[in-house]
């Protein structure tokens, strides 16, 4: 994947809209149309005290998500990126899509307190590599 191109088309595509839920509405869609073998890529919000379903490409999702609870959730806890390889292995995965097998979780910050993630999930296992994983963390970056 030409990430350097992909990041590039990204930047120049959300350049006009300021609105953070039109910028992950588009945001969803370029990386579902772009990244292959994903079966749900989209954004949670973090509103009344839960993760609540945002923009997003896929079926249709689970909301309300708690702190601590599922993949989401752990990741709202550790404030950090979660990769997990294989869904089945992750104790307490929040399985919305039977056929997700693998995942990453990327938390987004607005003055220091996470405000959302991006949620992305694949129907292979271990399909998100290192390189897949930091273009991930930039594109949250246009967030
Ligand atoms: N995988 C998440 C739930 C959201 S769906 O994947 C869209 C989790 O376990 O937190």
Not at 82 to 106: L, P, R, Y
């Amino acid at each position: 994947m030409n990430y350097t191109l992909l990041l590039k088309q990204l930047e120049e595509m959300l350049a006009p809209e300021s609105y953070m839920i039109s910028r992950m509405a588009n945001m969803s869609a370029f990386l579902y149309e772009h990244m292959p073998n994903l079966n749900w890529v989209g954004f949670y919000i973090v509103r009344d005290g839960v993760l609540k379903v945002g923009p997003f490409q896929g079926k249709v999702a689970c909301s309300d998500i708690s702190f601590g609870k599922g993949v989401c959730g752990y990741t709202w806890q550790t404030g950090k990126t979660t990769v997990v390889d294989d869904v089945h292995q992750f104790d307490g995965h929040i399985a919305c899509d039977s056929a997700s097998q693998s995942e990453v979780v990327i938390p987004i910050f607005r003055d220091g307190e996470m405000i959302a993630e991006l949620d992305v999930d694949s129907p292979f296992l271990a399909r998100f590599s290192p390189e897949d994983v930091e273009f991930l963390e930039k594109c949250v970056e246009f967030i």
